[in-house]
């Protein structure tokens, strides 16, 4: 099922960068709303944090291409696309796996235009697309260890 040129351990490497990037948005999310919309350190921190974990997305699904000779994406949408299109990743979760190499173009090149309106949602709503996106890595690539 599995090409055996996927290194496992980068794999599992870039896992641990997006479970430390939650473990530290959990930590500012606990501080409730009000603190974090008081507070631009907790927003610049968790800014950032959604940054560190969107490339350790973006990191694996290109290492997953290259090895298993799935074609050369041009961005980073087209590489969560074509996990999509490959069958890594389901096509119904493509949309919230768009969205996170969205927010990051917008946090890295755009990032006077993120309210911190916007980044306290997706704290309380799209975590999870990374949990999914572990999940799936984990089942495909390291299940059989």
Do not use: C
């Amino acid at each position: 099922m599995t090409d055996p040129a996927v290194d496992r351990d980068k794999v599992r490497q870039k896992i641990q960068y997006v479970r430390e990037a939650l473990r530290r948005l959990a930590d500012i999310r606990a501080r409730g709303d009000d603190a974090f919309l008081a507070d631009p350190i907790l927003q610049a921190a968790a800014t950032r944090w959604l940054q560190v974990a969107i490339e350790a997305v973006i990191d694996a699904a290109n290492h997953i291409i290259a090895r298993e000779g799935l074609g050369l994406p041009k961005t980073y949408r087209e590489a969560v696309e074509i996990l999509a299109a490959e069958g890594i990743l389901p096509k119904e979760k493509t949309a919230g796996f768009v969205k996170m190499v969205k927010f990051r173009n917008r946090a890295v090149h755009l990032y006077d235009e993120i309210s911190p309106g916007e980044i306290l949602t997706i704290l309380q709503s799209d975590l999870g697309d990374f949990e999914d996106f572990i999940g799936i890595l984990v089942k495909r690539y390291l299940s059989n260890e």
